[in-house]
C-alpha cells in the first residue's frame, strides 16, 4: 500500500503481567452512570445508558505528564473503571457479555466542562467538551485472568493529595454487562474496543500544576500532572 502521508501509529495498551500490547479499536464512555453523580449534574433517577466517544488517540497510556488543554476554563476530572473487549458485535445478550472481557483498567475522561455544558444548552454534540487531545489517561490493562470482573471495590481521585471522588463500583447505576449489552444495540463491538463506565460524585475543577491521583481497587492507579 502506498499512503499519501505516512498513517498514524495504531493506539495501543501495555498489558500488565505481559509483553503484548492491547491494540485499541474505539473509546466508548456511558454518562451519569453513578446517581450521585446524576444528581450533582441535574439529572435524577436510572435513566437508560448514555453513550459518548473519544477519540483514539486521545488515550494517554500510563499517565504522567499531560498538556492542560486549549478553549477551556473549567476543565474536570472524572475516574473511571475502564472495560477492555475482545468483541462481541452486535445485540450482545447480557448473560454473556461478560465473555467478551479481557480486562479492566483505569481512566480519566478529562471534560471540558464549560463547553460541555454550553453544548448541553443548546443541544449540540458534546465532541469538543470531552473528546479533545490528551483527554484520556488510562492505566495498563489488568487482564481478567489475573483481576476476574471487579464488581464491587473503591473508586477514588485525589487532587494535590486532597480526596475529591470517592465511591465503589457497586454504585454504578447500570452494571458492566448491562453497560456492553446496551452499546452493542446500537454499534457492533469488536476487538480492541474500550468502554469507559463512567463516575462518581465529586468531580471539581482543576488547573495547570495540579497532580492527579486515582485508583479502583484491584485494578489499578495512575497519576497525572497537568503541564
Ligand atoms: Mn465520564
Redesign the pocket.
Known amino acids: 500500500m502506498r499512503y499519501v502521508f505516512p498513517p498514524a501509529p495504531p493506539v495501543s495498551l501495555p498489558v500488565a503481567g505481559s509483553d503484548a500490547s492491547f491494540p485499541v479499536r474505539r473509546v466508548y464512555?456511558?454518562?451519569q452512570n453513578y446517581a450521585d453523580h446524576a444528581a450533582e449534574m441535574g439529572a435524577d433517577g436510572r435513566n437508560p445508558p448514555f453513550f459518548f466517544s473519544k477519540p483514539t488517540d486521545a488515550l494517554v497510556p500510563g499517565g504522567g505528564d499531560v498538556p492542560f488543554p486549549p478553549a477551556t476554563s473549567n476543565l474536570q476530572h472524572?475516574v473511571?473503571l475502564v472495560v477492555a473487549l475482545t468483541g462481541g458485535g452486535a445485540d450482545v445478550e447480557p448473560s454473556r457479555a461478560l465473555e467478551w472481557v479481557y480486562g479492566y483498567a483505569v481512566g480519566l475522561?478529562l471534560?471540558r466542562r464549560d463547553l460541555q455544558l454550553a453544548a448541553k444548552e443548546k443541544g449540540q454534540p458534546w465532541d469538543m467538551g470531552k473528546g479533545f487531545d490528551h483527554s484520556a489517561p488510562i492505566t495498563a490493562i489488568q487482564p481478567v485472568s489475573s483481576v476476574g470482573h471487579p464488581a464491587r471495590g473503591t473508586i477514588w481521585l485525589k487532587v494535590n493529595g486532597q480526596p475529591r471522588q470517592h465511591g465503589d463500583l457497586e454504585q454504578m447505576s447500570w452494571k458492566v454487562a448491562e453497560v456492553i449489552a446496551k452499546l452493542s444495540t446500537y454499534v457492533a463491538l469488536a476487538p480492541g474496543d474500550l468502554i469507559?463506565t463512567?463516575?462518581p460524585a465529586g468531580v471539581s475543577k482543576i488547573v495547570r500544576g495540579d497532580v492527579l491521583e486515582a485508583g479502583v481497587t484491584g485494578v489499578g492507579e495512575l497519576t497525572v500532572r497537568l503541564i
Open positions: 464512555c456511558v454518562g472524572e473511571e475522561d471534560t469507559f463512567g463516575t
